[in-house]
Structures are given as C-alpha cells and as structure tokens.
Nanobody, 124 residues
C-alpha cells in the first residue's frame, strides 16, 4: 500500500505558475506509475497528466499540453506537476494517484491509491 500527500497548491493570478508535489510513503514508489487528476466544482474528476514508473513515458490532457509538465524523482519518492501559464479554468482540487499499471495510463479507474487533494485557484 502507498500513501500520497499533495502540496504546493494555492491561489494565483492568471498567467502565473505553480508546482505541485506528491510525496509517497513506502519503499515501492518506483513500482508505480503515477498520475494527476483534478475536479472542479460540479464536474467529474478528470485526467490531467500521467507518468510511467520509470519516468520514460508521459501523457497529458489536451487542455494542459504545452503548459504543464509532469515529472518524478524516484530517489525522493516524489512526483511533481509544474503548471505554467495558469488559466481560471485550471481552478480545481488536484489529486495525485498511483497505479500498478506500467504505462502512463490516463484512465481514472486504473488508479488504486489517491491523495486527499489540494486546492488550486486561478483568478482572472
């Protein structure tokens, strides 16, 4: 089992940057592929980005491609989401998640472990 804790959220103006971190417990972090999802009020939780267990493969939602970058440091049991050029529509609770799948899967149901989420608010 793995426990996930997000950090780095907050409130920023449009055009600003934020970096989210997801710290994982346990000694098997490098065995998991990881992902970021987000949920805005009144909407379903949606895929944002994913990274394979080795970091060699990534996937992004079209809405964040070119603005967000996912990465991981297996020596620190931590995953990151660098968010640049933030827009008001990026406002949501962001969740990190872990999956036993080897690929950088984009499907929410493939992820077994979830963090509690962290708020990101982007004002116009």
């Amino acid at each position: 089992q793995v426990q996930l804790v997000e950090s780095g959220g907050g409130m920023v103006q449009a055009g600003a940057s934020l970096r989210l971190s997801c710290a994982a417990s346990g000694r098997t972090f490098s065995s998991y592929s990881m992902g970021w999802f987000r949920q805005a009020p009144g909407k379903e939780r949606e895929f944002v980005a994913a990274i394979s267990w080795s970091g060699g493969s990534t996937n992004y939602a079209d809405s964040v491609k070119g603005r967000f970058t996912i990465s991981r440091d297996n020596t620190k049991n931590t995953m990151y989401l660098q968010m640049n050029s933030l827009k008001p529509e990026d406002t949501a609770v962001y969740y990190c998640a872990a999956t036993w799948f080897r690929a950088a899967t984009i499907r929410r149901d493939d992820y077994k472990y979830w963090g509690q989420g962290i708020q990101v608010t982007v004002s116009p």
